[in-house]
């Protein structure tokens, strides 16, 4: 039997199960896309190395769930964002060869990674000063040798304008340029 028809089968039998993510799916997409954008490793000194590609993810991300908690609305949606982000990750380090064992601690370590850098992208947006941000930037990317991470903070100070900007329905529906 074709695994297609296994699937299918099994999903008339047991019918369709819900997507509790599928609110914020969209923009999951769209931030992982935004994260993957050349320009972030050919023109703004981030490494296109796995930790390179972790760190825009995980920068990507913390500016929308920095946009998401000043609405209401938006505060459990931005719970289920983050549970996708570590359900991304955990797939990520399943196909590295992470073992059972280990995938969780790695996971706890992930989310006090996103935990501090919510913490200091929020401190240094805040401040309205670019040098603030590039500092924290500095600390927490991984950046090819010789990066200026002042065009870096210009670059994403602006992402974070624009998805402040957004409104919600926006925001959710993944529409983040």
């Known amino acids: 039997m074709q695994p297609e028809a296994r699937t299918s089968l099994l999903s008339r039998l047991l ?3 819900a997507d509790d993510h599928a609110a914020v799916r969209p923009l999951w997409h769209a931030l ?3 994260a993957r954008e050349k320009a972030w490793y050919a023109d703004l000194g981030v490494a296109d190395t796995l930790p390179g590609r972790f760190d825009a993810i995980t ?3 913390s500016l929308a769930l920095l946009r998401m908690e000043h609405e209401e ?3 459990g949606p931005s719970v289920l964002l983050t549970e996708l982000f570590v359900t991304d990750m955990d797939g990520q380090l399943r196909e590295t060869g992470v073992g059972d064992m280990v995938v969780g601690k790695h996971i706890g370590r992930l989310m006090s990674v996103l935990g501090g850098r919510l913490g200091a992208y929020r401190s240094a947006l805040q401040e ?3 040098t603030a941000l590039a500092q924290a930037l500095a600390r927490n990317m991984t950046m090819i040798e010789g990066a200026d991470t002042a065009g870096l903070a ?3 100070r602006a992402l974070f304008q624009r998805l402040e900007s957004k ?4 925001l959710l529906a993944g529409e983040i340029e």
Do not use: I, W, Y
């Open 32 to 34: 992982v896309g935004t």
């Open 73 to 75: 609305p938006l505060k």
């Open 154 to 156: 210009a670059a994403v």
């Open 15 to 17: 019918g369709p199960r």
């Open 59 to 61: 920068l990507v991300l």
């Open 167 to 170: 409104p919600a329905s926006a």
């Open 128 to 130: 309205g000063d670019d």
